[in-house]
């Protein structure tokens, strides 16, 4: 038939082409659940206060992030086919709030090193964990230390809000940016109401003394 084999030869360089992005595909996706799955165990480490822990497994995850970066090099298409910058968002997330517990350190996009609106996302993200670290400090009586990581969070949520772009832009930021609010104002009360309560309490044993004398 003529022109079979030129088809032959096509469809061979096809396939194969086809092949190993797949296989790209495949080994990527296996690496982008590992980085979460580090991601998510680093953030419990540090709600458990083991600070080293947390910063060995972000670690780790970071090392992961690079290994698929340099196996979708030629592939920029799978790269972004969505799960990747899942990935990139959970690293972000994950060292954001190992600094920022850990150091009062809030890490720049330089500092992270995953696209600019993985950051941000990363960013909003992180303004959930740092509610409950500051629910834990209200429940060991700890509210003042609280103030710092609530202004963290106030910073976070200006910063979300001034990227007022198309959705094909910032890829679902606006629903995080809602979120990070909605978590402020729940946090904000939850704080006030601590300290005003510690306050109190600790006005007590001077009145006290005052009607014994």
Do not use: W
């Not at 947390?54 to 090392?63: I, N």
């Not at 509210?143 to 007022?164: N, P, Q, R, S, T």
């Amino acid at each position: 038939m003529p022109g079979s084999s030129i088809f032959e030869k096509i469809s061979l360089e096809l396939l194969r082409s086809f092949d190993e992005k797949d296989r790209a595909r495949e080994e990527a996706l296996v690496l982008s659940r590992k980085v979460i799955r580090l991601c998510s165990s680093s953030i419990r480490s540090v709600h458990r206060k083991e600070l080293e822990e947390a910063k060995s497994l972000v670690g780790q995850a970071a090392e992961e992030l690079e290994m698929i970066s340099k196996l979708l090099k030629d592939h920029q298409d799978v790269r972004y086919a969505g799960f990747v910058d899942g990935a990139e968002q959970e690293y972000a997330e994950a060292l954001t709030v190992h600094s920022i517990i850990s150091r009062h350190k809030i890490p720049s996009p330089d500092d992270v090193g995953v696209e600019r609106v993985n950051y941000l996302a990363g960013l909003g993200d992180a303004s959930g964990e740092l509610r409950r670290h500051i629910l834990d400090l209200i429940r060991s009586g700890r509210a003042k230390d609280g103030e710092y990581f609530l202004e963290v969070m106030e910073e976070i949520y200006y910063l979300l809000m001034l990227f007022d772009y198309p959705d094909a832009i910032t890829r679902g930021l606006r629903r995080k940016s809602d979120l990070a609010r909605s978590m402020l104002e729940r946090t904000r009360g939850d704080l006030t109401n601590a300290l005003e309560i510690s306050r109190l309490e600790s006005s007590l044993p001077k009145k006290k003394q005052l009607k014994i004398k």
